[in-house]
């Protein structure tokens, strides 16, 4: 069934950061959750807030504006974790908002334009129009490299 | 067929079967004439071919099949048990091993097997020379016999009641020529036969049995436990039987379509049967399609389980508990007695829920230990000396995460006994001892603790040698030396760069010391000791965490961080006064019972706002990694605690000085402190 979507349309979470709509792909998307306490892990890059428990298991949260270099912003009630699932690992992102799903035709999506605000192109994937709005697909196994080894060595 | 749902349980099943017959041959080995021992190893053997028949492994299937061959060929004692068949069937063992790891890694399990299948194809050869004589003499009792032909699904049923123990008896019984009444007769020798077993099989067929549509003499094949000769003299005593024959079907009849006819196979089965009806009594399952018979080990009802499924069964039982923290505070709060009474019992439930679970993950030690015997049989060949391995306390259980580190670390501790322990049979007689050394494995509880000692009764560390050697290597000092106790000195054989091997042989000495033994026990929380009594022999001490995934921590408090530090890191907990703190170079310490500790602060390394002086007091942890010591300065104490230990998963794949979290009681994660990379 869902391949067959997956031919013309694509399912897509699109949340807000800095006021820009950007979409991943349902598939990798497990689960939103609303602003929980996090614990700071020591000595990793800033763009990791630390870890949370989710359900049991201490999954790693990351935020996205920290991470394309936006500036932060203090969170609030809209503010939402999207915990994702890639390959071997889970992250949390934390977003502005996410409110919504969406089925995008494939031929809307196009290669990414030249320069899309500040972030870096490698993080994107591609952008989508959709009636009127401007989606911007994220490639998160870029956003999302596993922080390499962080030895003493290296401190 | 598509045998892949199957394979995990096939490697495991093959695994179990394959260490039975470890376990069993080398029984053998001490006792050659117990041939019950060798039933069990055919038994296993048995399971094991038809098993990888049907998974389609045909080199594990052959190879099986000729080892099956001698040992039907040793339970008839058509050929005795002598240490080449042992090494042979030994090695069998050891392909077949290799083959089934082989196809637990993904490979197709195959390997050349030609030389082997030889070998006991000879083996099997040479002792039918030996049989021929044994039948000739048999062949004035057996002649009379006459041979049932059994269709698959009867020989399918032969070949299962093997495995479970039972034996199948062909019985022909002759009656009298004036007979009158036959199918009276015929009817009471079934009576008899059906309580004591099953009738398969009879010729003539039971229709004509009762229409007395035979001459004198028909026959049975009939499943039982009973013996050849019971079963003989309870249907002699039906009165019109001229003579009953008894003769026993084998297993060896049923795969190459021949029969065993001499009377002395029939015997040893009987004798065989009637041992383990001893041992067996009340332990073989009643009901022929339910579980397959594994041996002996099969009276307890046990289900294999997945260990991924009990992390996540762990998983949801730790949020339980989470949850129970929250309903605890919620309860005291409200101060409802209805409430309270609800929480208290929840929790103490939740409480047994708890030990239920991490006693599922638990395992004998068993497992570890019984590739050992084997071990040290080739050992002690290869470096021609006399070895006896005692194992005692196998049965002591300890977490899988635990089990599977375990392993490697112990080896390395055997062959180090083996090779620079014990000593050459010419010299241990020399010296008085007997000529066998022993070499103990003793695993037991204690506290919150698991020991695995090995002891043996060898050469011991010689202080001189391990001096001068460590010296020479620059571990100590001469003067160092001269002040140390006995345990110290032989405690540095467990240092980095050590090895006491005065020529590199093959067992040990490549390079690799017991320092890779002491990290790798440290490394799971647990600790190695070393007592040793020069010219008298060794003992080596571990001490491990009976899990890994609970461990105790003492839980600290810096800003408004929780941290927890694993207490077998931990040697103390102090508050010093701020005036104590000394400065060695940039190096604050203290100075702690005589020794000079330097002190970590903690928000330092974990980069919060800076560490605060002015207070007068502070709160240290002193830590050790080995003899090292560190003090590990916190804003304050919260207390200890037991903790799920998790990983931060792989994303975040290593955290400078942090070695997993854990998730407290209100919910929140807490970092747990890598003591070891904080001091260097």
């Known amino acids: 069934m869902t391949e067959m979507l997956n031919q013309d349309e694509m399912k897509v979470i699109v949340f807000e950061l800095m006021d820009k709509e950007y979409a991943i792909s349902v598939d990798v998307v497990q689960s939103i959750e609303k602003m929980l306490s996090i614990s700071r892990v020591p000595k990793t890059p800033s763009y990791v807030k630390g870890v949370l428990n989710l359900r049991g298991v201490v999954t790693p949260i990351v935020d996205l504006r920290a991470r394309f270099g936006l500036d932060t912003k203090e969170m609030d009630e809209s503010t939402r974790i999207i915990i994702v699932t890639l390959e071997d690992y889970d992250v949390g992102l934390i977003v502005d908002a996410a409110n919504d799903v969406l089925d995008i035709p494939a031929e809307s999506i196009e290669p990414q334009p030249e320069v899309v605000g500040s972030i870096e192109v490698d993080f994107l994937s591609g952008v989508a129009k959709v009636d009127k709005r401007l989606l911007v697909m994220l490639n998160l196994d870029k956003v999302l490299e596993p922080i390499k080894r962080v030895t003493s060595d290296d401190l | ?680």
Do not use: W
């Open chain 2, 1 to 680: 067929m598509d045998t892949n749902q199957y394979l995990e349980m096939f490697i495991d099943e093959s695994k179990e079967h394959l260490q039975s017959c470890n376990e069993h041959l080398l029984e053998l080995e001490k006792n050659p004439q117990d041939l019950a021992i060798v039933n069990e190893i055919f038994r296993s053997a048995h399971t094991l071919k038809g098993m990888s028949a049907t998974m389609g492994y045909e080199d594990i299937a052959d190879l099986t099949h000729m080892m099956e061959n001698v040992l039907d060929a040793i339970r008839n004692s058509k050929i005795p048990v002598t240490t080449e068949i042992f090494d042979v069937v030994l090695q069998a063992v050891d392909y077949l091993e290799e083959m089934v790891m082989d196809i637990a890694s993904g490979g197709t399990g195959k390997k050349d097997v030609r030389e082997l299948v030889d070998s006991l194809n000879r083996i099997e050869a040479g002792g039918a020379v030996i049989t021929a004589a044994v039948v000739e003499t048999a062949v004035t009792v057996t002649e009379e016999k006459v041979a049932l032909s059994y269709d698959d699904y009867e020989m399918t049923v032969i070949s299962q009641s093997f495995e479970q123990g039972f034996n199948a008896l062909e019985i022909t019984v002759e009656l009298r020529e004036d007979c009158v009444l036959k199918a009276a007769r015929v009817f009471m020798v079934f009576g008899i036969l059906e309580k004591v077993g099953e009738i398969i099989k009879s010729e003539p067929k039971v229709e004509q049995l009762e229409n007395e549509e035979f001459a004198e003499t028909f026959t049975v094949a009939l499943i039982t436990k009973e013996s050849a000769d019971v079963l003989r003299e309870k249907v002699m005593k039906v009165s019109e039987v001229e003579a009953v024959t008894v003769s026993a079907l084998t297993n060896d009849y049923l795969l190459n379509g021949k029969r065993a006819k001499d009377d002395e196979a029939l015997k040893a089965i009987e004798t065989a049967v009637t041992v383990q009806q001893g041992t067996d009594v009340g332990k073989e399952p009643a009901d022929q399609k339910g579980k397959r018979n594994t041996g002996v080990q099969s009276g307890n009802k046990t289900i294999r389980v997945n260990i991924d499924r009990l992390d996540i069964l762990m998983n949801l039982f730790e949020e339980l508990v989470i949850d129970r923290g929250r309903l605890q505070s919620i309860a005291s709060e409200l101060q409802n007695p209805e409430l309270n009474e609800t929480v208290e019992r929840m929790t103490r439930v939740s409480g047994d829920l708890q030990s239920i679970i991490l006693n599922m993950r638990m395992i004998p030690v068993e497992t570890v230990f019984n590739r050992f015997p084997k071990m040290v049989r080739q050992l002690a060949r290869d470096l021609d000396k006399k070895v006896n391995l005692e194992i005692i306390g196998a049965e002591t259980e300890l977490d899988r995460t635990v089990i599977d580190e375990i392993g490697d670390p112990l080896v390395h501790l055997i062959r180090n006994a083996l090779d620079h322990g014990v000593e050459s049979p010419a010299e241990r007689l020399a010296k008085g001892k007997p000529e066998e050394g022993t070499v103990t494995l003793r695993a037991y509880h204690s506290g919150n603790h698991v020991f695995i000692e090995l002891e043996d009764d060898g050469s011991g560390v010689s202080r001189e040698r391990v001096v001068a050697k460590a010296i020479a290597n620059g571990i100590v000092t001469e003067e160092i030396a001269k002040t140390m106790t006995d345990r110290q000195v032989a405690e540095l054989i467990l240092a980095s760069g050590f090895s006491t091997a005065e020529k590199i042989s093959d067992v040990s000495g490549r390079g690799v010391g017991l320092d890779v033994v002491k990290n790798t026990i440290e490394s799971l929380g647990g600790y190695i000791s070393i007592e040793s009594t020069e010219g008298q022999g060794s003992l080596f001490q571990v001490q491990l965490p009976l899990t890994l995934s609970i461990i105790s921590v003492m839980l600290v408090e810096l800003e408004k961080e929780v941290y927890a530090i694993p207490l077998s890191s931990i040697i103390e907990t102090a508050i010093i006064q701020t005036s104590d703190i000394l400065s060695a170079h940039n190096q604050k310490v203290i100075d702690f019972r005589g020794n000079i500790v330097p002190l970590v602060y903690l928000k330092e390394i974990f980069e919060m706002p800076g560490h605060d002086e002015s207070e007068s007091f502070q709160s240290v942890v002193i830590v050790r990694k080995g003899e090292k010591l560190a003090g590990l300065v916190v804003d304050s104490f919260i207390g200890q605690q037991e903790i799920v230990l998790k990983s931060l998963g792989n994303y975040l794949q290593s955290v400078f000085a942090i070695s997993g979290a854990t998730i407290l009681g209100n919910g929140q994660v807490a970092l747990i402190v890598d003591c070891n990379s904080l001091i260097k």
